[in-house]
C-alpha cells in the first residue's frame, strides 16, 4: 500500500507566516505538522511515502530527504503549476508505481491528528469500498466540507460549507482518504482535477462504492491562525499523544524547548509554546501564544494570543495585542504597542 502526503498547498490563511515558510513546515509545538503525518503513516506500517511539493518546496525535501532518518521512504512530485488536490495524487500515483489492484493512503500536510489508519483500512476492506473517507462530527458546519451517508455508511451527498442551520450533516471530510487504483484512474492526467468538487460527486453519480467512516479520533484543521493556536496549546496539553518530546512542561498546557531561557519571574498565562532557542527576560507576561525558534524577548513585555515567527526580537516593554502575528525576523523596538489584529510580513 502506499501513501500520498498533499504538502503542494500554499497556505494563504496562515499568512504572514507562510510568507517565508510552507503550510506542511509550520511547527506544531515545535515540530513541523507534516512530520506528525509522517510519524503517523509510519507507526501504522505505511512507509512508501510520495509528497507533492509546490510552495517552498526546498525546506520540506531538505527537512525529509529520502525518509531514512524518519524511518521511512520518501519521494518527492513536484507541480510546477497547482494541479488540484485529485491532480496531485493522481501524478504521485504514477510516479510512485501503483499498480493494478493496489490502493493508497491519502493525508493532507496541514491536518493534525491520530486517526487509527489500519482501523479505517479494515473498514474499506471489509466494506467492499472503492473509496473511503474518514469523517469527523463538528458543532460549526460553515469551515468545511459536509458529507451526507445512509445507514450503512455509504456516501450519497456533499454540502460545501453550508450555514450551521442548513447542513444536512454534521460529519465533515477530514482529508484522510483510501483509494483503489481504479479510482484514482478516474482521474485525468495532467489536469487540474478537485476531490471535492470533482471527482467525489462523480463517484457518487456513478454509483461507484464509497463509504465514510466515523473517525472517532482527535482532529484539527490548522489551515486559519486560530486552529493553528488551538492545535499548539491542544499538543501542549496531551489532548493528542505525540512521540515527539517537544520540551519541558512547565505546567499543563506550556512547553518550554529545550535550549530556551526563561527569567524567573515570568508569567504565562492560559497556555504557551516556547520555541528553541528562545530568551525571556523577567517580567515579561505571555497569555496564549507561540514563539517560534530563537525570539528574544526583552524585560517587562507583555504578549497575549500572539504568534511571533522566528528570530524575531521584541525590546523591553513592548506590548503585542490579542490576535496579532508577527512573521519571522522583525525587530520590534523598545516600548512598542502592536494593536489587535497585528500582522507583520517576515522581514
Known amino acids: 500500500m ?10 494563504t490563511r496562515l499568512e504572514p507566516l507562510t510568507l517565508a515558510v510552507p503550510k506542511p513546515m509550520v511547527p506544531v509545538c515545535n515540530v513541523p505538522i507534516m512530520e506528525y503525518n509522517i510519524s503517523l503513516l509510519k507507526k501504522h506500517g505505511l512507509s512508501d511515502i510520495t509528497a ?20 521511512v521512504r520518501m519521494a518527492y512530485s513536484f507541480e510546477e503549476e497547482l494541479m488540484g488536490t485529485a491532480g496531485g495524487v493522481k501524478k504521485m500515483a504514477g510516479l510512485s508505481g501503483l499498480s493494478a489492484g ?10 493534525l491528528t491520530d486517526i487509527d489508519l489500519s482501523h479505517l483500512i479494515k473498514r474499506h476492506t471489509d466494506s467492499g469500498s472503492k473509496a473511503t473517507m474518514a469523517l469527523v462530527e463538528v458543532e460549526d458546519t460553515s469551515e468545511f466540507g459536509v ?4 445507514s450503512a455508511g455509504r456516501i450519497t451527498a456533499f454540502q460545501e460549507k453550508p450555514k450551521k442551520e ?18 484514482i484512474d478516474l482521474i485525468p492526467p495532467e489536469t487540474f482535477y478537485d476531490f471535492g ?4 460527486p462523480l463517484l457518487v453519480k456513478n454509483n461507484v462504492p464509497f463509504f465514510g467512516f466515523l473517525a472517532g479520533s482527535y482532529w484539527k484543521d490548522i489551515g486559519n491562525i486560530s486552529n493553528y493556536l488551538g492545535a499548539n496549546f491542544d499538543v501542549a496539553r496531551g489532548m493528542i499523544k505525540t512521540p515527539f ?22 508569567v504565562f498565562s492560559g497556555a504557551a509554546v516556547i520555541g528553541p532557542g528562545c530568551t525571556i527576560e523577567k517580567g515579561v507576561s505571555v497569555k496564549d501564544s507561540v514563539l517560534w525558534s530563537g525570539v528574544r524577548v526583552g524585560k517587562d513585555v507583555e504578549i497575549d494570543s500572539a504568534v511571533i515567527g522566528a ?4 525590546e523591553a516593554r513592548s506590548v503585542i495585542k490579542k490576535n496579532s502575528v508577527i512573521a519571522g525576523g522583525n525587530h520590534i523596538r523598545k516600548g512598542s504597542l502592536l494593536p489587535e489584529n497585528t500582522f507583520m510580513p517576515p522581514q
Open 2 to 11: 502506499k501513501a500520498y502526503v498533499m504538502a503542494a498547498g500554499v497556505g
Open 52 to 71: 507533492n511539493l509546490h510552495y517552498f518546496p526546498e525546506h520540506i525535501e531538505n527537512y525529509f530527504k529520502d525518509g531514512s532518518s524518519h524511518g
Open 102 to 111: 493496489d490502493n493508497a493512503v491519502v493525508l493532507s500536510a496541514d491536518v
Open 147 to 150: 458529507v451526507v451517508t445512509d
Open 166 to 183: 442548513e447542513a444536512l450533516s454534521r460529519l465533515v471530510n477530514t482529508g484522510v482518504y483510501i483509494l483503489e487504483k481504479e479510482v
Open 197 to 200: 468538487k470533482q471527482l467525489f
Open 245 to 266: 518530546n517537544s520540551g519541558k512542561a512547565l505546567r499543563s498546557g506550556v512547553v518550554v524547548s529545550s535550549g530556551s531561557h526563561v527569567d524567573d519571574g515570568v
Open 311 to 314: 528570530h524575531c526580537i521584541i
